[in-house]
């Protein structure tokens, strides 16, 4: 490998910009000049050996850079991270430069080897394992102190001088993508490779997750439809559909296992070796030597992780689990005045009144999630796990037992201890088609409506310019880098 890195040449003719990295305006010479130093030295000097062009904007300010690679860099990165190929043989196995011929599709001259994902990710990765070495502060900024080992980019966005890394769309690919998706009036399966090939493989898995979703429930609404349209008195019915409800629950999950592990499989994640997994970008520590691979990197007592761990995040989920349990106290307190209020008055609009507190209550549920999740990537990442896959796992558990108790506690209480069937009912309805129409309107609605009313303003903004510059990468640059939803792209990694 370090053979291969000497003879690495930065030089691309035809520049791909890949990832736009945005400054704050006014930041010092000095320092823009030190991290592009950085970004396009050599591995052996401590660099991540890239390409880098700034943009020209139309007032001149030049605090917009594009990240780009060689095609051999990029090949060289593709095996650095790890990543898992198809061979001609048919089989799977990680990438090597050496043996690249081995690979399927492989050729000198073909670009499209490694998918636009993969080209991003490996970008990304070696942005974020840009590590201090000598430096003792950020170069024009006495005050953003560094040591050995710190993330460089890190500290840059810490201290505000780094503003936001994010992936560039590729227009062509993205329009062909657009039109096999959704661009024409069809019924079928999502074109999940190619979802693949642009977004990654998460975002490919969420969305080939809700298709067979969508697919399984069919039978289960089916079998439903009488349930709604009887009304039936008598109670073995529903217990049949509540242990057919059961049963089948359990096929879908266990059918999907298998799905998934298929096109993990093909896509090479599940492969993707764990031994060698390095450091994860926010890891801080020391600068010390692996004794496996003999490299340097930052390391860290697992003892004072296990006290962040025990002393400070495990009491601060148990004091928001249960605050939790107060709002729901306080949201059966709601349910006995409105059913008083109904109970006097006897209206329609008292009839309304019983669904209130359930809607206030999803509301509520939905905004402490959203919080908790800011709260729990904290604490995680104060927690300073070695490993990428060490801090997923945890920032789930914290994730998924308040998620659970939040969401889920107010109806085991109904059940199981006021034995309340009618308030069940009205809970789970109102409480269900709540956060549907929440989650629609902030994953769908409020992203499209931010991203016309931008696009349109920075439209008018590019017609008015009279200058020679390159006014399609100029404006894409402008539109992408408010929309904080194409941070997505970044989170597609290789940890599933």
Known sequence: MAESWSFLDTFEPDFRPLVVIELAKGTKEETIEWFAKRIVDKKANGGAQLLVKPLVTENGDENIYLVGASHLRLLLGAEAVGLVKECNDNSMRTFTYSSRKTFKDFADDNHNFLTMAECQYIIKHELENLRAK???????????KLYPGKSIVRR???????????????????????????????????????????FGETIALYFGFLEY??????????????????AWEDYDKYVMF?????????VILEVWKRICAIMTY??????MKRQFEEPRPGFHGALGINPVTG??????????????IYLVSLPFVCLCLYFSLYVMMIYFDLEQWALGYHEVNESNFSSLMLFVPSIIYAVVIEIMNRIYRYAA???????????????????????????????????????FVLFDMKLLRQSLATLLITSQ?????????????????????????????KTDMDLSIVEQVNLEKEMGTYFVRFTAAKEL
């Open 437 to 465: 129409i929440l989650n629609q309107f902030a994953e769908s609605l409020l992203p499209y409506w931010l991203q016309t009313r931008h696009k349109k303003r920075m439209k008018k903004r590019m017609c008015s310019l």
């Open 134 to 144: 000598d430096e003792k502060m950020i170069p024009g900024y006495p005050q953003a």
């Open 213 to 230: 979703f969508t697919f399984a429930l069919i039978p289960m609404a089916v079998i439903g439809i009488p349930y709604y349209l009887f």
């Open 295 to 308: 490299r340097e990197e930052p390391v860290y007592s697992s003892i004072k992780r296990q006290i962040r």
């Open 377 to 415: 990537e904290f604490l995680t990442s104060w927690e300073n796990h070695r490993l990428e896959s060490s801090y997923q796992n945890h920032l789930i558990l914290k994730v998924l037992v308040f998620n659970f108790l939040n969401c889920f506690a107010s109806l085991f209480y109904i059940a």
């Open 156 to 198: 840059l966005l810490t201290s505000g001088i780094l503003v936001q890394i994010f992936p560039l769309h590729d227009r062509e690919e993205l329009k062909k993508l657009s039109h096999s998706w959704y661009g024409r009036v069809k019924v079928g399966y999502q074109p999940l490779d190619q979802i693949r090939c642009y």
């Open 266 to 271: 093909r896509w090479g994640t599940l492969l």
């Open 242 to 250: 509540a242990t057919f409800n059961l049963l089948w629950s359990t």
